[in-house]
T-cell receptor, first 114, second 109 residues
Framework: DTEVTQTPKHLVMGMTNKKSLKCEQHMGHRAMYWYKQKAKKPPELMFVYSYEKLSINESVPSRFSPECPNSSLLNLHLHALQPEDSALYLC?????????????FGNGTRLTVT | LAKTTQPISMDSYEGQEVNITCSHNNIATNDYITWYQQFPSQGPRFIIQGYKTKVTNEVASLFIPADRKSSTLSLPRVSLSDTAVYYCLVGSYGQNFVFGPGTRLSVLP
């Protein structure tokens, strides 16, 4: 079990669908992250939110749209994805006000785009 | 941001001690060194973190030399369940933590 909960665990969507990934944490962390991980590759940073504001966007295509409605929730809205977007999407959080706070990861959403 | 390099893969046998070294030549003064373990289809899991010298917890030790340009994760007496990918990350709070390629450890019976 992890302290960061991601839903759904698995998602299959067509290229014309709109879907959302959800991430939730109740550790009081004010930094939240989205990573994308392809098979046998390291996690690749997509977005960083600090105090519910988008602070880093690593040149992610606009078909991925992040949202942080409050300090506990992080969403990733998906629209018009391509098959190559199939991957494990990981959410993480960290305490932004403590130097030593490591990243806490969820177990991810396995996304398949058909 | 400090870039990290690690061996791509390592093999070991059950019961042996495994040492994985990570190089981070341009580490900043405020940066901490953190190691994660990842199993297939799971998120990375925190193992240990340090700033300098030696840190030990119930699962691993972390050795950091005085110049902090490298670090070594030591796993005592590995078992088959330690087969995983190990990543070292360097950074401080609020930063965009970037993963290096990681080290794929295979523990053989």
């Amino acid at each position: 079990d992890t302290e960061v909960t991601q839903t759904p665990k698995h998602l299959v969507m067509g290229m014309t669908n709109k879907k959302s990934l959800k991430c939730e944490q109740h550790m009081g962390h004010r930094a939240m992250y989205w990573y994308k991980q392809k098979a046998k590759k390291p996690p690749e940073l997509m977005f960083v939110y600090s105090y519910e504001k988008l602070s880093i966007n690593e040149s992610v295509p606009s078909r991925f749209s992040p949202e942080c409605p409050n300090s506990s929730l992080l969403n990733l809205h998906l629209h018009a994805l391509q098959p190559e977007d199939s991957a494990l999407y990981l959410c993480a959080s960290a305490a932004i006000d403590r130097e030593k706070s490591p990243l806490h990861f969820g177990n991810g959403t396995r996304l398949t785009v058909t | 941001l400090a870039k990290t390099t690690q061996p791509i893969s390592m093999d070991s046998y059950e019961g042996q001690e495994v040492n994985i070294t990570c190089s981070h030549n341009n580490i900043a003064t405020n940066d901490y060194i953190t190691w994660y373990q990842q199993f297939p289809s799971q998120g990375p899991r925190f193992i240990i973190q340090g700033y300098k010298t030696k840190v030990t917890n119930e699962v691993a030790s972390l050795f950091i030399p005085a110049d902090r340009k490298s670090s070594t994760l030591s796993l005592p007496r590995v078992s088959l369940s330690d087969t995983a990918v190990y990543y070292c990350l360097v950074g401080s709070y609020g930063q965009n933590f970037v993963f290096g390629p990681g080290t794929r450890l295979s523990v053989l019976p």
